[in-house]
């Protein structure tokens, strides 16, 4: 029931916390919430636990139950971000905590519009260009940041990154192209792009022994880190 400032659910000294997740009793899974967008007045925040996606007011935080929604059958909601026209919300969706993914579109009700993109290695963060192309993350193998345009059916229109990161040609050699462990990436209003990586390198590559190559007066140690690429126009 509402709280002190109104909140369901609240929790914290000043009650000013709303709980989203809550851990299911006998189940493995923890309480997270893995994704946050908002759209058409509304807060949408992924419900790791309950495998849906919940709605609120963007104003009141009060969850509009009515609203809330679930991925496609047999799938885990991960990141989300609404597009860039606010009409419609990108899912990174799994059949399992590290199973196969894919990105699915939703219209702000919740319901599916047919578009997807598949074949992903490891998605970990998806966003929006201000022109409205999807900015893919891609923590697998590949390492790099691609870039969909998803005004008709969704088609990967380039890549930023050296395939493979530091794992790529020359493992170990560090570079502003050769991301290790990419966390997020997003883009700014004149166009310059984000990339937040963490160097703990590939998951699927946990016995991989990697030695950083520093570069020329640079000490090669992993630690999070974010490059700014400028667009020519900036």
Known sequence: ??????????????????TVSKDKPGSPD?????????????????????????????????????????????????????????????VIERQSPYGAASIAEYSLNGKPTGKQITGLD?????????????ILGDDGPRQ?????DVSAAPRRVTSIGEPGGVFGT??????????????GAGMDGRGNLMVTFNGAGVDLRPTRDL????E???????????RVFHSASA
């Not at 790099?144 to 969909?148: A, K, R």
Request: a neutral charge; zero cysteines.
């Open 1 to 18: 029931s509402p709280g002190a400032l109104g909140y369901q659910d609240e929790f914290g000294a000043d009650g000013s916390m709303q």
């Open 30 to 90: 923890g309480a997270y919430v893995q994704g946050l967008a908002i759209g058409g007045g509304r807060l949408y925040a992924s419900d790791y636990a309950a495998r849906k996606i919940r709605v609120y007011d963007a104003n009141t935080f009060h969850e509009q139950s009515e609203r809330e929604f679930q991925p496609q059958k047999d799938r885990i909601p991960f990141q989300i971000a609404a597009a860039a026209n606010g009409k419609t919300l990108w």
């Open 122 to 134: 490891d998605p970990a963060s998806i966003s929006f260009s201000p022109a409205g192309q999807l």
């Open 144 to 148: 790099t940041v691609d870039v969909f």
């Open 170 to 183: 020359n493992p170990g050699k560090a570079g502003p192209y050769r991301f290790n462990g990419i966390t």
């Open 211 to 214: 030695k950083i190559k520093a």
């Open 216 to 226: 020329p007066g640079k000490i090669g140690e992993h630690h999070a880190v974010m």
